[in-house]
């Protein structure tokens, strides 16, 4: 293929293009969507549909289309000397080189003298004034529908934003309403709690005196018991002084009796909780759960007397001044001598 033949080619190939395909094939390649390009551009959709669609008659006059096909030259990256010459060819009107040839030719062949010149403008001016005041009022028109256009989406944005206000002060109010709901039913749960607890209590109190009245009425006269002469019913003549904690680890009921029975403890212990007392000789003690209970004797732990559940009585013997030992008794045996201290009283 020679040269001549391609520069053919490329003119046939320029002839079957128009502005509308030339606008749609810089459009398609970039992706851009008619709608995007009349957002970016700020061209109603219709004008660019007519230009794209070569309906020119439903396109304003060729000073608007050429600021339209101008905008979108930019923002395609198309080129506007192309796209102007084209829409020359298409209204009619010759680019400027063929224009100045014909021009030209014109003037050689016509021979127009500048009267004929002057006279022929002064009868075409009614027809300048007319068109350029048609000009103006569709330019009036297009901005008046542009600008109304505007007005409308500000008022529809301002009603958006009035609605997602609304919604935003509704959640608000609900996250409100449900942080009073939560703070209500925690006081509720805590004046429940204080009250179980105060009911808790009123039920220990009551247990500690069914059990002290039970151990008063149960107690048999000394003289009605066959005591044995246990060797440490000594110890409840001596002076060296010794000192008893008990250590809850559970809920159990203690009972401590020194010094005689002139000291007295007595209480329900929980887990964490502790009960002390200080005697001169020997500590009678007892315990209603002693599996969760821990003896201690002069501040060192001597540990647990018995399992969980099971009742333990017995005595805490001080021996000297740094030692003493622990000995288990009998409910009876224990009766006789809380029974015995109190008569010596």
């Not at 959709?45 to 930019?74: W, Y």
């Not at 209500?184 to 009250?195: A, G, I, M, T």
């Not at 059990?211 to 003289?223: D, F, G, I």
Request: glycine share 6%; aromatic share 6%; with cysteine.
């Amino acid at each position: 293929m020679n040269q001549e033949d391609t520069a053919q080619d490329m003119q046939e190939q320029r002839g079957s293009e128009t502005l509308g395909s030339y606008l749609r094939g810089l459009r398609d390649e970039r992706a851009i969507s008619v709608e995007e390009l009349a957002d970016r551009t700020k061209i109603a959709v219709s004008q660019i549909v007519a230009i794209e669609n070569d309906q020119h008659n439903f396109l304003p006059p060729k000073a608007f289309v050429l600021g339209f096909i101008k905008s979108m030259c930019n923002e395609l990256r198309g080129d506007y000397e192309k796209s102007k010459s084209l829409l020359n060819e298409v209204m009619g009107e010759p680019e400027a080189a063929e224009s100045h040839s014909e021009n030209v030719i014109a003037t050689d062949t016509k021979r127009e003298n500048a009267g004929d010149i002057i006279n022929r403008n002064n009868s075409l001016s009614p027809y300048i004034f007319g068109a350029a005041v048609l000009v103006v009022a569709i330019a009036v028109i297009y901005f008046y529908t542009s600008s109304r256009s505007e007005i409308e989406l500000a008022t529809d944005t301002d009603r958006s934003y009035d609605v997602v206000s609304e919604v935003q002060q509704e959640l608000r109010e609900q996250q409100q309403a449900e942080e009073a709901a939560r703070l209500e039913e925690q006081r509720r749960q805590q004046e429940e709690l204080q009250r179980q607890r105060a009911e808790d209590e009123a039920q220990r109190q009551a247990e500690l005196e069914r059990l002290e009245q039970e151990e008063q009425t149960q107690a048999p006269a000394v003289e009605e018991l066959d005591l044995p002469d246990i060797p440490y019913a000594e110890s409840f003549t001596t002076e060296i002084p010794i000192s008893v904690r008990l250590d809850g680890t559970g809920e159990a009921w203690v009972k401590m009796v020194g010094s005689y029975g002139n000291a007295m403890e007595t209480t329900i212990l929980q887990e964490g909780t502790s009960l002390h007392i200080d005697s001169v000789g020997t500590v009678v003690v007892a315990l209603g759960n002693a599996g969760d209970v821990e003896v201690f004797v002069r501040d060192e732990l001597h540990g647990v007397v018995g399992s969980v559940g099971q009742v333990r009585r017995f005595l805490v013997e001080p021996i000297s001044e740094d030692d003493y030992r622990i000995t288990q008794i009998s409910r009876d045996e224990y009766l006789a001598i809380l029974r015995h201290q109190d008569e010596v009283q």
